[in-house]
T-cell receptor, first 109, second 115 residues
């Protein structure tokens, strides 16, 4: 079992839709959680970072962490074609990032 | 402020050769981590350097090595290349040693193809 599980998709939604991206993790020692966005042929770009259970909002993006169920989510409101990318969840453990497989998102105009 | 830079961006090598990749972190960042990204395995941690010392190492064979210089620039080396080493190699920098709370910023990567 991978330490971080993420549905690889692909996920296709119409412009303006609310997108929900999810990850589960197995190691309860994880304390820091990130979401990265990766466009084709680019390096991952840090979107959101949190270390506590609950919600953290940044513009159209909301990160949600539920440590009791080891579940993390990223919500994108009013999705745009420019949001089309691969989204990677990551947990930080002792100096390294453990990544999920990434979910490929396509937002259609 | 300039981001993380990696050179070269693309490389083609043949089996058995060795390769050296270079990474320049964001100015002021002292920690550099390396990751390998493949379609099958995703993003996997290789190693982390801080103050010229390797602090963490992932589960990769000894053919993969790295170092960090006094100006925080880092290089990684892969010896005796195998076909399975074909991947995107990503460098990430952070301000200090990544105990988890330090956010890491990635470069564009070096795409290595082994023939």
């Amino acid at each position: 079992q991978k330490e971080v599980e993420q549905d690889p998709g692909p996920l296709s939604v119409p412009e303006g839709a609310i997108v929900s991206l999810n990850c589960t993790y197995s190691n309860s020692a994880f304390q820091y959680f990130m979401w990265y966005r990766q466009y084709s042929r680019k390096g991952p770009e840090l979107l959101m970072y949190t270390y506590s259970s609950g919600n953290k909002e940044d513009g159209r993006f909301t990160a949600q962490v539920d440590k009791s169920s080891k579940y993390i989510s990223l919500f994108i409101r009013d999705s745009q074609p420019s949001d089309s990318a691969t989204y990677l969840c990551a947990n930080a453990q002792g100096g390294k990032l453990i990544f999920g497989q990434g979910t490929e998102l396509s937002v259609k105009p | 402020k300039a981001g993380v830079t990696q050179t070269p961006r693309y490389l083609i090598k043949t089996r058995g050769q060795q390769v050296t990749l270079s990474c320049s972190p964001i100015s002021g960042h002292r920690s550099v981590s390396w990751y390998q990204q493949t379609p099958g395995q995703g993003l996997q941690f290789l190693f982390e350097y801080f103050s010229e010392t390797q602090r963490n190492k992932g589960n990769f064979p000894g053919r993969f090595s790295g170092r960090q210089f006094s100006n925080s620039r880092s290089e990684m080396n892969v010896s005796t290349l195998e076909l399975g080493d074909s991947a995107l190699y990503l460098c990430a920098s952070s301000l200090g040693p990544t105990g988890g709370q330090e956010t890491q910023y990635f470069g564009p990567g070096t795409r290595l193809l082994v023939l």
